[in-house]
């Protein structure tokens, strides 16, 4: 499997409050961890920074080549959990990181199964057989007002309150995560970014930048492409190729 990742702060921002990480297990297993940061100057990079580093070292640590897909399921949670205690704690122990949290998307890629777990609107997709499809669903107000009928999909990609998000992690001591697994095959792709990508780019656009780009650039042609529909918001990309 290939891998790469790429993270800008866009065109509005005045800093990036994203943060990203990726690894390779002795057996060739791939993860993959992208993060969205809020909560004021300190506070988003703080979150973001704190939840990728720990999510990335529980999966390094605690990883194995025996684990089932079950076992890998309650790594991934039990890793975001324990990212989420840490982020609440140091958000109540410092005043100026009060209120900070991030969202999180995660992955592990194991022989043909793509284990992703998630909290927030940062997002999984999978690239197969010449099509894109949306794995993760938000945990957002806009998604929520959705999927009671209150808006089409035109309104919901262009809703100014599209940035609400319903869940995300530091907020509470305890957090729900989705869970997803997909089944992969040799040649596919599976993209995790935050919503600087995903808020700017449609999903058409996204597959036929891959179409067009060398896999090697992918995350690269995905930012620039965002920056070039606006910037509006911090822009990180992580692609797995199995």
């Not at 806009?142 to 809703?159: A, P, R, S, W």
């Not at 998000?165 to 957090?175: D, K, Q, S, W």
């Not at 058409?204 to 918001?233: H, P, Q, V, W």
């Amino acid at each position: 499997m290939n891998t790469v990742g790429s993270s800008d702060i866009g065109k509005k921002r005045v800093r990036n409050e994203d943060s990203f990480r990726f690894g390779q297990c002795e057996d060739g297993v791939v993860w993959a961890v992208v993060c969205d940061g809020m909560g004021g100057a300190k506070g988003g990079q703080t979150a973001s920074t704190i939840a990728t580093d720990m999510v990335g070292r529980k999966i390094e640590k605690c990883y194995n080549k025996l684990m089932t897909d079950l076992s890998i399921e309650n790594l991934l949670l039990s890793a975001i959990t324990t990212a989420n205690v840490a982020i609440y704690d140091r958000a109540v122990s410092d005043e100026s990181l009060e209120g900070m949290g991030t969202t999180i998307v995660s992955c592990i890629i194991k022989n043909d199964i793509a284990c992703i777990a998630h909290v927030g609107d940062s997002r999984a997709y999978i690239i197969s057989d010449g099509a894109i499809r949306q794995i993760t669903r938000d945990h957002s107000l806009v998604q929520e007002m959705f999927d009671k009928g209150q808006l089409t999909k035109e309104q919901f990609d262009h809703h100014p309150n599209k940035n609400i998000i319903t869940r995300a992690l530091g907020i509470n001591e305890e957090v729900d995560i989705d869970f997803d697994s997909v089944d992969v095959k040799s040649g596919d792709v599976i993209i995790l970014c935050t919503d600087g990508l995903c808020g700017c780019v449609s999903d058409k656009d996204m597959l036929c930048t891959y179409l067009d780009s060398d896999f090697d650039n992918l995350a690269a042609k995905y930012i620039e492409l965002a920056n070039n529909n606006g910037g509006r918001d911090n822009i990180t990309v992580v692609a797995v190729k199995c």
